[in-house]
């Protein structure tokens, strides 16, 4: 199965991510996590993305897609795979069906985590991330309001999106994804 994740920062995507994959069985594939490790590495890709993940903005499509193209090349993934933080735009979106339809493997189903945005920055700012301050935070709220909720409208109209409610705890949040994904367990 080929899940893709979204919802605004400190939703609460990377969490719920590492219940779902052992649920599924399926790799993790978080484009945050993956430029955070580019960074650490201080490789190249890491130095383009730094800037732009410290003031609160999406890195370059061309790097982030770079990343998926190297990652979906890996036979973990011909069975199914969670794509958490990707796509985050719709120039990414399409992307990404292009490259699904390429593998005859298109996207089966998009999880939209829904949460108000006091309870997102209480979460954030807790969290101490470098990326975690107000102003970036700010930031971050207004790039998901403008570039990443048109891919729920681009995912609505083909009929793949379901939205879940993120409030509550962890376990409350994973029990309506999972009624979502495996009703019968
Ligand atoms: P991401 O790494 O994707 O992270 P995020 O959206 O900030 O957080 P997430 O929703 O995963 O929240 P988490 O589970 O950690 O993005 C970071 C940056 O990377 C972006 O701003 C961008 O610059 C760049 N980037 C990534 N992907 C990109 C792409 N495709 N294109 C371009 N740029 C890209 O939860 C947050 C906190 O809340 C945690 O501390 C957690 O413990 C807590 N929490 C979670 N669930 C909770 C609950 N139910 N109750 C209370 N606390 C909870």
């Known amino acids: 199965?080929?899940?893709v994740f979204i919802g605004p920062p400190g939703a609460g995507k990377g969490t719920q991510a590492e219940r779902l994959i052992d649920l599924l069985s399926i790799p993790h594939v978080s484009t945050g996590d993956m430029l955070r490790q580019a960074i650490r590495q201080e490789s190249?890709?890491?130095?383009r993305a730094a800037d732009f993940m410290q003031a609160g903005e999406l890195v370059p499509d061309e790097l982030v897609l770079q990343i998926i193209n190297e990652c979906l090349d890996d036979s973990k993934m011909a069975k199914g795979c969670l794509f958490d933080g990707f796509p985050r735009n719709v120039e990414q979106a399409k992307a990404l069906?292009?490259?699904m339809e390429k593998r005859s493997t298109p996207v089966d189903l998009v999880l939209e985590l829904?949460?108000?945005?006091d309870e997102l920055i209480r979460r954030?700012?807790?969290?101490?991330?470098?990326?975690?301050?107000?102003?970036?935070i700010a930031q971050r709220l207004e790039v998901y309001k403008n570039q990443t909720a048109p891919v729920l409208e681009y995912y609505a109209q083909?009929?793949?999106l379901a939205t879940i409610d993120g409030s509550g705890t962890p376990d409350d949040v994973f029990g309506r994804i999972r009624q979502r994904v495996s009703p019968n367990q």
């Not at 190249?44 to 130095?47: E, V, W």
Request: net charge negative; no cysteine; glycine share 6%.
């Open 114 to 117: 829904q949460v108000d945005s």
């Open 44 to 47: 190249d890709l890491g130095k």
């Open 158 to 160: 083909r009929g793949l």
């Open 1 to 3: 199965m080929f899940i």
């Open 124 to 136: 954030m700012l807790a969290r101490k991330r470098p990326d975690d301050t107000p102003d970036t």
């Open 97 to 99: 069906d292009e490259l």
